[in-house]
């Protein structure tokens, strides 16, 4: 959303705002920050690039990942080499400290695993110096272990699929830990059904949300309310706590949320109302698989 995609989020980003968020991000105890070349058809990496100009680069021990995507029907291993230069360029970067292939899944007739195809340039890639690590970021966790089956990835990029009302994740993350794979766990906060759970939604991880999960993000807000505690705070906690997650990875475009997320960091929650949080995880055929 740092690029303003209003059509998915709802709201124009100016880049006023987004240019202050991120000098604020710069200066705050957040360290990991996430883009991709297709967002906002670039805008994302080129505002990010523009802060980091204005600011001399990155703070120290800062890591910055983007990802590799494909355009118009093409995912070979020539569009990630141009898509690693595209973004290199917006960033101001000559390597990125992860770099990820992104969204396998909406190329379902492309092979990604054969002689000249996108593995073999992101392996080249990092052979190269311009990535330090390589991820696969995916929302399919079919395809997910298909390209860990590789052994070149080392990050794994999951959205949407391990949250406070949906588990779909969990059993490919045990296999991504045991094997030392990175782990982020991303859109913890289901888009605003888990931060904003009284308003309507019609989507979750990007597609129609299923009936019923709605309504279960409703009860855990009046147990968390209960508490006086915000349903946020939980939905992000859960991510964290869990030690098998490297990076949490969640979205905002205002300087506002800074404070908001390290105060929701800093919060404590009963282990009581954890337990009822549990007791009202909907059953698997609401998650997404």
Known sequence: MLGSVPQIFGYEVPEDDASAMLSSLFESPISFLDTSNGYSGGES?????????????????????????????????RRVLA????????????????????DPE???????FGP????????????TGKADHLG?????????????????FEVLLMHSRYTLIDRSADELYDRAFSEGVGIVNG?????????????????????????????VARRMEEETTAEGIPLATLAIQFSLRDPRVASTAIGFSKKERIPQTLEALAT???QRLWERIEELVPP???WLH
């Open 268 to 270: 404590e929650v009963p």
């Open 136 to 152: 696969i970021a995916t929302g399919s966790i079919e395809l997910a272990h298909r390209f860990l089956d590789t052994g070149e």
């Open 187 to 215: 859109a913890v906060l289901g888009a605003g059904v888990l931060s904003r759970p009284q308003q309507d939604h019609a989507l979750y991880g990007y597609l129609p949300l299923k009936p019923g999960v709605l309504e």
């Open 284 to 286: 698997t055929e609401l």
């Open 106 to 112: 909406y190329y379902p007739e492309v092979d990604f």
């Open 116 to 127: 000249g195809g996108a593995v073999e340039a992101m392996v080249e890639a990092r052979k």
């Open 83 to 102: 898509s690693i230069e595209e973004s290199a360029e917006r960033l101001g970067m000559d390597d990125f400290p992860v770099l990820y292939l992104h």
């Open 45 to 77: 990496e080129r505002r990010i690039g523009a802060a980091l100009q204005a600011r001399g680069g990155a703070p120290e021990g800062f890591v910055i990942a983007t990802k590799a995507d494909g355009r118009n029907g093409d995912f070979s291993g």
